[in-house]
């Protein structure tokens, strides 16, 4: 018999599965929070703190950020390439064989490969680990973009599997051979692509708590020639997920009224219900809960967008506007900065909705929570939306303050 879930059952295993409900999520550290949620998005944008930092932050609370840095960068995780640029635990590395197959097979995803792709292994041989600057820079002088060649073969050796990153300097990869890096028993384990697709998509599954056939694509962006793959692996049970319907998601393509259009951990269907205390917390826009945006208006509808690469004249919330999560639900955002040891909330925007008071209440001791987890003793609220609920939003965060 199809398993059927409301839109609020499906909401609690999914913030169950993401470690915002109960105390499961907060069990064995930043090393179990990782495994957890199968990848964490890295990203270049520092406000508060990192991304890759604030998703820890975001589950286990004001957890210190040198054991963050040292459960991604001690040898049990490895970067590579899932929803975007990700830490994803060094387990997980032959599932990913498919995707350094087609890049080998490719020879190009940004750049040209250039020549020199077998000097600059055999001085990652010689020299490893090492930085791009170690092996002679990483860009020409121009944009961002415009690569070295030295730049462009490492990171296609990268892609390939030649060479890992299982660290970073600062913001700044190191590179070593696969063969140092990886473990051997996992440096051998050859999967079809068949099977690393099944396998990715349980642990998309199982981190996502219930999905779509595409929000399980998006997590680790599966596409092209691998979708049906993908299709394979959900309708046969190898990727180990339960067939649900959720109503009021959308059907899956051409399905009637009554068929499946979601897949669910089935350990989280067969488990007492999810129970427990919701964080109050602000969320990376790279965050897992959130970084799919359907999924995300989806599940709570709540509309969000990433402004930092928007004209500041055309942003609506913000550089970096941080949804905020309270009582399992999106109940507004805050772009947020720093001036010393005072956290800025330079734009805070307060969801419609019940229970306003409660709403802003929950956003001050948000901000209070992240302002003490990153060395502030202040904060300061700039600017408040809807108009009116400045004076309301201040008197809260003058209540909150420890």
């Not at 944008?45 to 960068?73: D, F, K, M, N, Q």
């Not at 390439?81 to 097979?105: M, T």
């Not at 099944?198 to 642990?203: N, S």
Request: aromatic letters at 8%; charged letters at 25%.
């Amino acid at each position: 018999m199809l398993t059927r879930l409301s839109p609020e059952e499906a909401r609690r295993i999914i913030l169950r599965a993401q470690g915002f409900l109960g105390a499961d999520g907060r069990r064995g550290g930043p090393s179990a929070m990782l495994r957890r949620l199968g990848a964490v998005q890295l990203d270049t944008i520092s406000v508060l703190a990192r991304s890759h930092e604030l998703v820890a932050y975001a589950r286990l609370g004001p957890v210190g950020r040198t054991r963050v840095e040292r459960a991604y960068w001690s040898g049990d995780a490895f970067e590579y390439w899932c929803h975007a640029a990700c830490v994803v635990p060094i387990e997980h590395w032959p599932l990913y064989g498919f995707r350094r197959r087609a890049f080998r097979a490719r020879r190009y995803r940004w750049h040209r490969v250039p020549p020199m792709v077998d000097t600059v292994l055999a001085r990652v041989r010689d020299e490893g680990p090492v930085t791009t600057t170690d092996l002679g820079g990483a860009r020409n002088g121009g944009p961002w973009w415009d690569w070295s060649d030295v730049k462009i073969a490492v990171e296609w050796l990268l892609d390939i599997g030649e060479v890992v990153c299982t660290r970073r300097i600062g913001w700044r990869r190191t590179y070593e051979l696969a063969e140092r890096a990886i473990p051997a028993d996992l440096l051998k384990e050859d999967l079809s692509d068949a099977e690393c697709v099944a396998r990715l998509a349980g642990v998309a599954g199982r981190a996502l708590g219930v999905a779509t056939r595409a929000d399980i694509a998006d997590f680790f962006r599966v596409n092209g020639s691998f979708a049906s793959l993908l299709d394979e692996a959900l309708n046969s049970g190898a990727a180990g997920l339960t067939p649900v319907r959720v109503e009021g998601w959308p059907a899956a393509r051409g399905a009637g009224l009554d068929a499946p259009n979601a897949w669910a951990d089935p350990k989280a269907l067969s488990g007492p219900a999810p129970r427990g205390r919701h964080r109050t917390t602000l969320l990376s826009p790279f965050d897992s809960l959130v970084w799919d945006r359907p999924r995300t208006e989806r599940v709570f509808g709540f509309t969000h967008r990433l402004e930092a690469y928007v004209p500041k004249a055309k942003r609506v919330h913000g550089y970096f506007a941080m949804p905020v999560l309270a009582g399992g639900r999106l109940i507004g955002r805050v772009d947020p900065a720093r001036e010393g040891t005072t956290l800025v909330a330079r734009q805070v925007g307060v969801e419609p909705g019940p229970r306003t008071a409660w709403r802003i209440e929950e956003i001050a001791r948000a901000l209070w929570t992240a302002a003490e987890w990153v060395g502030c003793d202040a904060v300061r609220v700039e600017r408040v939306l809807p108009a009116g609920l400045d004076a309301s939003l201040a008197a809260a965060v003058r209540a909150a303050a420890p």
